[in-house]
């Protein structure tokens, strides 16, 4: 059985996975959105709650933002009170989807006023990021049509390769824009950035700081999401993830729960294309918790990826190398599964102890009173949820 090197070990401990702050929120789905209680009334409650994800596992030091959903007065107000919880400020993710101009687009709307306007509010996002010490621009569109003949969809690609590139000429130097694709929904005959192909496409033309974002849940079932993941570390255009997991749509699970052997593959994936602990490749999470308890949700998806990233490190790629090239087939698929079957959980346990972390912390965080206090303190008030 294999066992985590001090080499495993040391590029774990340099693992950092981007929490996004809608996660402690209220979420559901179109048919309910239950309150819970506790929940953040604003941008600076979301941030403590992100901070104790990172206080129990070292795993999660930054905190994507949404905006208007994050929008404050004062953002270096905001960037201080990430600082001062032990976090930063990461991506920031722009909306173009509740907003009644948007009903027909935005991005990629053939009215001029309303593109403006949707290019203005990225303009928007990149000032933000300034405020912020943000890198990354997301932008996720839901832009498409739901019936055949609706839509120009080649002139909707040629205003949104135009909107793009007036975006993308507004970024700072160190800035970058990355593109989300999803097969479908709110769109359901066609959308305009569906695949990692339009979205390779896109961003190819803009220029180096322009990448693809895979998020795990935007792909038709059945579809090798591992394939994808080397083909864009090969092109060197893969900038981050959206990590999370699905059984049907855009289900927006916990990461790691629905296939724990999937998360596997694709780590295995990122770790031999160089984009493990590459700063051009940003681990996120984008998750809701609309049944769940959103803090500890957070704690267990993070825990999930450290724990799959720690099984793909254990692939013997000497012996898979080995037996690839002796077209031993059944051996090489030995060796990919011993890594994936091996618990891993006991090792990390110790090693977390070592670190200064308790050994498991999710009971850590249970037994913090953190969820007591926010509970009894944060009455009144709005409680954050999409839109707020
Ligand atoms: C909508 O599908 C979505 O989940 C996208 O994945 C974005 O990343 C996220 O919302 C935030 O806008
Ligand atoms: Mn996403």
């Known amino acids: 059985m294999s066992t985590l090197s001090s080499a495993h070990l040391s590029e774990l401990e340099k693992q950092a996975i981007e929490l996004p702050s809608w996660a402690f929120g209220n979420s559901g789905t179109r048919f309910r959105v239950f309150g819970t209680s506790g929940t953040p009334r604003d941008p600076f409650e979301k941030i403590s709650d992100a901070a104790q994800v990172h206080k129990h596992t070292g795993l999660a030091p930054a905190v994507a933002l949404h905006i208007p959903w994050d929008k404050v007065d004062d953002y270096e107000a905001l960037r201080r009170h990430a600082a001062d919880n032990g976090v930063s400020l990461g991506t920031v993710n722009s909306n173009t989807f509740q907003d009644e101009d948007y009903k027909f687009g935005a991005l990629t709307h053939h009215d001029d006023r309303i593109r403006q306007k949707a290019i203005d509010h990225h303009f928007d996002c990149i000032d933000v990021m300034h405020a912020t010490g943000s890198r990354d621009l997301k932008i996720w569109l839901a832009e498409g049509s739901n019936y055949p003949g609706q839509n120009d969809m080649r002139a909707r690609q040629d205003r949104l390769n135009d909107s793009l590139q007036k975006i993308y000429a507004r970024l700072g130097e160190e800035q970058r824009i990355v593109l989300e694709y999803k097969f479908f929904e709110p769109?359901?005959?066609?959308?305009?950035?569906?695949?990692?192909?339009?979205?390779?496409?896109?961003?190819?033309?803009?220029?180096?700081?322009?990448?693809?974002?895979?998020?795990?849940?935007?792909?038709?079932?059945?579809?090798?999401?591992?394939?994808?993941?080397?083909?864009?570390?090969?092109?060197?255009?893969?900038?981050?993830?959206?990590?999370?997991?699905?059984?049907?749509?855009?289900?927006?699970?916990?990461?790691?729960?629905?296939?724990?052997?999937?998360?596997?593959?694709?780590?295995?994936?990122?770790?031999?294309?160089?984009?493990?602990?590459?700063?051009?490749?940003t681990f996120m999470l984008d998750q809701c918790h609309n049944i769940e308890a959103k803090i500890p949700g957070q704690i267990r998806s993070v825990l999930n990826v450290q724990e799959m990233t720690a099984r793909?490190?254990?692939?013997?790629?000497?012996?898979?190398?080995?037996?690839?090239?002796?077209?031993?087939?059944?051996?090489?698929?030995?060796?990919?599964?011993?890594?994936?079957?091996?618990?891993?959980?006991?090792?990390?346990?110790?090693?977390?102890?070592?670190?200064?972390?308790?050994?498991?912390?999710?009971?850590?965080?249970?037994?913090?009173?953190?969820?007591?206090?926010?509970?009894?303190?944060?009455?009144?008030?709005?409680?954050?949820?999409?839109?707020?």
């Not at 953190?370 to 709005?382: F, L, N, S």
């Open 187 to 281: 769109s359901f005959y066609h959308t305009d950035v569906p695949d990692w192909g339009t979205s390779y496409v896109q961003v190819a033309s803009l220029g180096d700081r322009a990448h693809v974002c895979l998020d795990t849940g935007h792909h038709a079932p059945g579809t090798n999401i591992e394939f994808i993941v080397m083909q864009l570390l090969r092109l060197g255009r893969l900038g981050a993830f959206d990590f999370n997991s699905r059984f049907y749509a855009d289900d927006d699970l916990i990461v790691g729960a629905a296939d724990p052997f999937q998360l596997f593959r694709i780590l295995y994936e990122v770790i031999r294309g160089g984009g493990f602990n590459n700063p051009e490749v």
């Open 312 to 388: 793909a490190l254990l692939v013997d790629s000497a012996a898979l190398d080995a037996a690839q090239q002796a077209h031993d087939v059944l051996a090489a698929n030995a060796v990919f599964m011993d890594a994936f079957y091996t618990d891993v959980r006991p090792q990390l346990a110790a090693w977390r102890e070592e670190r200064g972390l308790n050994a498991d912390p999710m009971a850590a965080y249970a037994a913090s009173g953190y969820q007591q206090k926010i509970e009894a303190d944060r009455v009144g008030g709005v409680q954050a949820g999409w839109g707020a």
